[in-house]
């Protein structure tokens, strides 16, 4: 027994570069096998490959189930686009982020019927939302852990994201009043829009480089 687990862990030293100890997810040859690599075949690949295809990763016509070069190359971007550590891996890490980026993709298309809901002074439903309470409905509604706050309160969660690495799903912020204080929020569609509840139009979609919200931009937070 003792001289089996050695060769696995020798295994796995030459196939990840790593030791077994040097990694929080390997803790037995049953968590080891999460991780899939060159040479990995089965029904969680392909899953892996349909989720990355999904997110526009994996250009390759069909899932194979096996995962090659194309598989690897297409994780590392999805790594490198979420800034992760980048080393071709499919462990829970990745499995996560890619989990998340597929729902966010979910939400941010549902978010579109809600444009033209009327803004409302600390409303979080279809009846009216003001832009927290738009977020608080979403991610509720897609079941993203949240409690109804602020923009300023959401301003403080998440890991800071640079405008050049948004998201779909990524939450944009502003400064609109004159106190200097973020007071404004809303959800990263792609191709430099976001969505939002404002009290002007309601819900609804602009570009952060038009001439309004650009010179109010405060950053961007990925929460989820």
């Known amino acids: 027994m003792k001289k089996n687990l050695l060769l696995a862990a020798a295994a796995f030293t030459l196939l990840t570069g790593t030791t077994q100890a040097a990694s929080p997810f390997i803790r037995s040859a049953q968590a080891s096998s999460a991780i899939m690599s060159i040479g990995t075949t089965g029904d969680n690949v392909t899953t892996l490959q349909n989720n990355l295809k999904a997110l526009s990763y994996f250009n390759y016509p069909t899932a194979t189930g096996y995962y090659g070069t194309v598989t690897r190359d297409a ?10 550590p980048a080393d071709g891996l499919a462990g ?13 993709q979910k939400l941010i298309a ?35 852990p ?42 990263y569609m792609g191709n430099g829009s ?14 952060l480089d038009n001439t309004y919200w650009s010179p109010r931009y405060a950053g961007a937070k990925r929460i989820y």
């Not at 829970?92 to 966010?104: E, Q, Y």
């Not at 409302?120 to 608080?136: I, R």
């Not at 976001?194 to 570009?207: E, L, R």
């Open 92 to 104: 829970p890490v990745t499995g996560d982020a890619i989990n998340h980026a597929l729902l966010k």
């Open 146 to 187: 949240q409690v109804r706050t602020t923009a300023a309160n959401l301003f403080t969660q998440g890991s800071n994201v640079a405008r050049a690495m948004l998201k779909p799903g990524d939450l944009v912020f502003f400064r609109i009043g004159t106190t200097g204080t973020i007071d404004h929020v809303g959800f």
């Open 110 to 144: 549902e978010s579109s019927s809600y444009i033209g809901v009327p803004y409302a002074w600390g409303g979080s439903s279809t009846s009216g939302f003001d832009c927290s309470g738009f977020v608080y409905f979403m991610f509720t509604k897609f079941g993203v």
């Open 75 to 84: 994780v590392l971007a999805f790594q490198n686009n979420y800034s992760l």
């Open 194 to 207: 976001f969505i939002s509840a404002t009290s002007s139009k309601g819900v609804y979609v602009q570009q």
